[in-house]
């Protein structure tokens, strides 16, 4: 790695309309937006020692994007229930919203059958997995996960001198689970989960997580981030949040933005043991960045049941559409339970990135074990035969 590039100026260059860097929040924003990105002598984005991840240039001349499928988003979000939410209480946006805010803790504490001290609030869950690595890693010690996983946990925790330990995943893309309590040493102070895993797709078996975090969380914390868990239609798989009730030491994120359709309100939760909460809140507190608005429109969104069931439903089907074509062409997908798919592809990543994105196709390009892959989020379906038919031209 010999080269930093810049997050804000690459925000200011007007990225976000393309199918690189910029489109990526969690690399992008946060705790730590200003810190260089380090990139690889062949001018990749370093995201671990497998993965590495493409970027177009300033100066990249892009049609308007027709199919936004880089970012993992909910395209038939928010709910009308959520908008209304928002508009209805708009009007009390000059106040604090702790009491609203502690009713919505209420409620999803109720739905997560815990108690109240058991949940704190952020805006989105990339803000809590930030203050869960900032708090837990100021004096240093070392975090164990998979590789590839979702970064944001583990890049802020090295920002303030963790040491990252990855562990590549199985054949079948899962987590390791074996090698990953192997490297587990004095030193350790999280054990990173994300299950389904971001940005490959793939689960890890909900008996077999079940048993290492119980075991695992009486020597440190697990952290098991269940943002896609909703999305996992036909996977043998479970939240982890009944190991709380159990008294271990675990920690289960979950989001608005994935199947509430909320991204952009920003909205999302822990549950961990009391105790644990209060090292974080000693610190930072839970809370504060969530709007007024947003808290409604968050409650409005648990009740939503029809809301969610269909977004399950169409993001089945659309998903379904493209594996039936990536069959067809014959490329070999990992079987994805979220909203986004990954595949190797036969061409330079940067170069299928700038195809894609000159056709108005935002997706994103990584090079993993130096083989180029396309990872492209679900979109509608008329989205995704515009992307069909892109992928289709380039072959």
Known sequence: MNQK?????????GLMALGGIAVAPHLTAGAF???PLSLDPENRIYRSPMVREHFLPNDFKAPKIVARLSSNENPYG???????AVADSVKNGNRYAWK??????DKIAKKEGVTAEHIMMGPGSSDLLEKVALVTFMNGG?????????MSLVSVAKSVGATWKPVPCTADWSHDLKAMEAAIDKDTKLVYVCNPNNPTGAITKGQDLLDFCSRVSEKVPVFVDEAYIELAV???????????AQKKNVIIARTFSKIMGMAGIRVGYIAAQPEFLAGI???????????????FAASASLDDKDFQGNTRKLNHEAKTYLYENLDKMGYKYIPSYTNFVLFPI??????????MTAKGIAVRSFDVQNKPWCRVSIGTMDEMKAFVGALGALS
Do not use: F
């Not at 928010?78 to 209304?84: I, L, Y």
């Not at 996977?235 to 190991?243: C, E, P």
């Open 5 to 13: 590039i810049d997050r804000r100026n690459l925000l200011k260059s």
């Open 33 to 35: 937006e200003n810190t």
């Open 78 to 84: 928010p709910p009308m229930s959520a908008q209304k």
């Open 100 to 105: 609203e805010m502690y009713d919505l803790i």
């Open 142 to 150: 070392n975090i164990v996960s998979a590789d590839p996983c979702y």
């Open 234 to 244: 036909g996977a043998d798989t479970q939240s982890m949040v009944s190991l709380l």
């Open 281 to 295: 809140n000693k610190i930072t507190r839970g809370g504060m960045g969530i709007s007024y608005t947003s808290i």
């Open 346 to 355: 036969s061409i330079p990543g940067k170069e299928l990135l700038s195809k």
